[in-house]
């Protein structure tokens, strides 16, 4: 099993930065990626950004050019710094593991992100 514990989130005004961070633990050498999600009342969750354990990554478009997602092997730790924000980012970001199945298999307990206009 793998735990994953988000920290970061909170209110901010549009245009301003936050950072959201995602400790592991567990059995890390199952993870092949991890990532986060975001889900906004009303709508499905969705891909904001993910990265390998190579350090490849991918961002949803609508991210693109804002978020920057890192990660720090010593400390098991991913991060998803979120700049330039807007009323719409508004959701709960929830950090995902993917197995060896490369789908997200483990998540997080989610962290609030409001972005006030």
Sequence with gaps: QVQLVESGGGLVQAGGSLRLSCAASGSLFRINAMGWHRQAPGKQRELVA?????????????????????RDNAKNTVYLQMGGLKPEDTAVYYCNAEGPRWTPEF?????QVTVSS
């Design 50 to 70: 993910r990265i390998t354990r190579g350090g490849s990554t991918n961002y949803a478009d609508s991210v693109k050019g804002r978020f920057t997602i890192s």
């Design 107 to 111: 998540w997080g307990q989610g962290t």
